[in-house]
Protein backbone atom coordinates (compact mmCIF):
# COMPACT_ATOMS: atom_id res chain seq x y z
CA UNK A 1 0.00 0.00 0.00
CA UNK A 2 1.09 3.09 -0.92
CA UNK A 3 1.04 6.17 1.71
CA UNK A 4 1.34 9.96 1.81
CA UNK A 5 2.95 11.28 4.95
CA UNK A 6 2.49 14.98 6.00
CA UNK A 7 5.13 16.70 8.41
CA UNK A 8 5.27 20.65 8.68
CA UNK A 9 8.64 22.48 9.50
CA UNK A 10 9.53 26.30 10.17
CA UNK A 11 11.46 26.81 7.73
CA UNK A 12 12.05 26.17 3.51
CA UNK A 13 15.45 25.12 4.06
CA UNK A 14 14.65 22.87 6.76
CA UNK A 15 11.90 21.49 4.84
CA UNK A 16 14.48 20.67 2.42
CA UNK A 17 16.58 19.14 4.37
CA UNK A 18 14.08 16.93 5.37
CA UNK A 19 12.68 15.96 2.00
CA UNK A 20 16.21 15.47 0.59
CA UNK A 21 17.19 13.40 3.15
CA UNK A 22 14.21 10.66 3.40
CA UNK A 23 14.88 10.34 -0.44
CA UNK A 24 18.47 10.07 -0.29
CA UNK A 25 17.47 7.61 2.31
CA UNK A 26 15.20 5.49 0.01
CA UNK A 27 12.55 5.79 3.14
CA UNK A 28 10.52 7.89 0.71
CA UNK A 29 10.08 7.75 -3.02
CA UNK A 30 9.51 11.34 -3.15
CA UNK A 31 8.38 14.25 -1.55
CA UNK A 32 6.42 17.67 -2.33
CA UNK A 33 7.37 21.12 -0.51
CA UNK A 34 4.10 23.76 -0.03
CA UNK A 35 4.15 27.00 1.81
CA UNK A 36 4.81 29.05 3.40
CA UNK A 37 1.04 27.73 5.26
CA UNK A 38 0.01 29.37 8.53
CA UNK A 39 -0.46 26.98 10.94
CA UNK A 40 -2.88 27.47 14.10
CA UNK A 41 -2.53 25.43 17.67
CA UNK A 42 -2.51 24.47 20.93
CA UNK A 43 1.18 25.12 22.91
CA UNK A 44 2.05 25.45 26.34
CA UNK A 45 -1.71 26.09 27.34
CA UNK A 46 -1.65 28.94 24.16
CA UNK A 47 -2.87 29.31 21.08
CA UNK A 48 -0.47 30.20 18.99
CA UNK A 49 -0.05 31.34 14.75
CA UNK A 50 3.37 30.63 12.95
CA UNK A 51 3.99 30.49 9.40
CA UNK A 52 5.33 26.80 8.20
CA UNK A 53 6.31 24.78 4.80
CA UNK A 54 4.33 21.45 4.47
CA UNK A 55 6.17 18.51 3.03
CA UNK A 56 4.32 15.51 1.74
CA UNK A 57 6.51 12.14 1.20
CA UNK A 58 5.18 9.05 -0.90
CA UNK A 59 6.21 5.89 0.75
CA UNK A 60 4.80 2.71 1.37
CA UNK A 61 3.70 0.97 4.20
CA UNK A 62 6.43 -1.32 4.41
CA UNK A 63 8.56 1.45 4.42
CA UNK A 64 6.73 3.73 7.04
CA UNK A 65 8.64 3.09 10.23
CA UNK A 66 11.84 3.91 8.84
CA UNK A 67 10.49 7.00 7.48
CA UNK A 68 9.02 8.06 10.73
CA UNK A 69 12.23 7.04 12.35
CA UNK A 70 13.84 9.02 10.09
CA UNK A 71 11.41 11.93 10.57
CA UNK A 72 12.17 11.99 14.27
CA UNK A 73 15.85 12.01 14.26
CA UNK A 74 15.75 14.35 11.58
CA UNK A 75 13.15 16.86 12.27
CA UNK A 76 13.73 19.83 15.33
CA UNK A 77 10.39 20.26 16.86
CA UNK A 78 9.65 18.83 20.48
CA UNK A 79 6.45 17.33 18.77
CA UNK A 80 6.82 16.89 15.44
CA UNK A 81 3.48 16.10 12.59
CA UNK A 82 4.26 13.33 11.26
CA UNK A 83 0.62 12.04 9.42
CA UNK A 84 0.64 8.78 7.44
CA UNK A 85 -2.93 8.49 4.82
CA UNK A 86 -2.91 5.07 2.99
CA UNK A 87 -3.96 6.02 -0.75
CA UNK A 88 -6.85 4.74 -1.81
CA UNK A 89 -6.60 4.76 -5.60
CA UNK A 90 -2.59 4.55 -7.05
CA UNK A 91 -1.85 4.10 -10.94
CA UNK A 92 -0.11 0.60 -11.08
CA UNK A 93 3.49 2.03 -12.85
CA UNK A 94 3.32 4.85 -9.97
CA UNK A 95 2.94 2.12 -7.05
CA UNK A 96 5.39 0.44 -9.06
CA UNK A 97 7.83 3.12 -9.27
CA UNK A 98 7.00 3.99 -5.06
CA UNK A 99 8.20 0.83 -4.28
CA UNK A 100 11.46 0.43 -6.59
CA UNK A 101 12.47 3.83 -5.08
CA UNK A 102 11.84 3.29 -1.27
CA UNK A 103 13.42 -0.67 -1.63
CA UNK A 104 16.76 -0.08 0.05
CA UNK A 105 19.90 -0.61 -1.88
CA UNK A 106 21.89 -2.94 -0.38
Given at each position: ?????????????????L?????E????A?????????S??????K??????W?V??K??????????T??????DY??????A?????????????VE???????
Amino acid sequence: MILTVLTTTDARAKAEALARGAVEARVAACAQISGPVTSVYHWDGKVETAEEWQVVFKTTEARYPALETHLLAAHDYDTPEIVATPAVRVSADYAAWVERETTPVP
